[in-house]
């Protein structure tokens, strides 16, 4: 597609609950990377997929945190047991060159509220 | 996780004016970068700065990475109302397996008419 997508753009779930968002990159672009955005900060790194596998996994914050990607295309990252901290905004970005800043493009992110 | 130090927090001008805004990282990067925010939407580039020293123009916006490679200004000039939004620093040292943005924590710009 043109852009990143993220799907979907709002969820609200109840606390204890498992949840899956998904993200489209653009077509052709190797590098994916998800990052969770909290309310007044900036994005925080989570996880970094070079192609199907995950080259670095270090921001995901605990092991009710997993992202797949497959295919080497669609990403879902997947949260367990949810929690009302989880509460944030999702980012998902890709590039075709990992690492460099240009191609670098976001999506809108999936705002997760968790009550 | 790791945030960039990005002041101020807020700014509230006059249509018109100048606006400058920096960052301060405790780590060096090899390339910083400026993004803009706006309310549901993600992170857009502005300007990608890659060597100490450089001032790079795009537009209204003016950016330089600092001799130290631990900072970076961003300054607006005349601002508009469609400047409005977050405005985010970020460095990045890119290659191998680094590829992820450490992002400072925005300075929110309100323009008034």
């Not at chain 1, 709002?10 to 994916?32: F, Q």
């Not at chain 1, 800043?101 to 705002?111: A, E, I, N, W």
């Amino acid at each position: 597609g043109a852009g990143v997508s993220q799907t979907p753009s709002n969820k609200v779930t109840e606390k204890g609950k498992y949840v899956e968002l998904r993200c489209d990159p653009i077509s052709g672009h190797t590098a994916l990377y998800w990052y969770r955005q909290s309310l007044g900060q900036g994005p925080e790194f989570l996880i970094y997929f070079q192609g199907t596998g995950a080259a670095d996994d270090s921001g995901l914050p605990n092991d009710r945190f997993f992202a797949v990607r497959p295919e080497g295309s669609v990403s879902t990252l997947k949260i367990q047991r949810t929690e009302r901290g989880d509460s944030a905004v999702y980012l998902c970005a890709s590039s075709q060159t990992p690492g460099t800043p240009y191609g670098y493009t976001f999506g809108s992110g999936t705002r997760l509220t968790v009550v | 996780g790791q945030q960039l130090n990005q002041s101020p927090q807020s700014m509230f001008i006059q249509e018109g004016e100048d606006v400058s805004m920096n960052c301060t990282s405790s780590s060096i990067f090899n390339t910083w970068l400026w993004y803009k925010q706006e309310p549901g939407e993600g992170p857009v580039l502005l300007i990608a700065l890659y060597k100490a020293g450089e001032l790079t123009s795009n537009g209204r916006l003016t950016a330089q990475f600092g001799i130290t490679r631990k900072d970076s200004f961003l300054n607006i000039s005349a601002s508009i109302p469609s400047d409005v939004g977050i405005y985010f620093c970020a460095g990045l040292n890119y290659g191998g397996s680094q590829g992820n943005l450490i992002f400072g924590k925005g300075t929110k710009l309100s323009v008034k008419p």
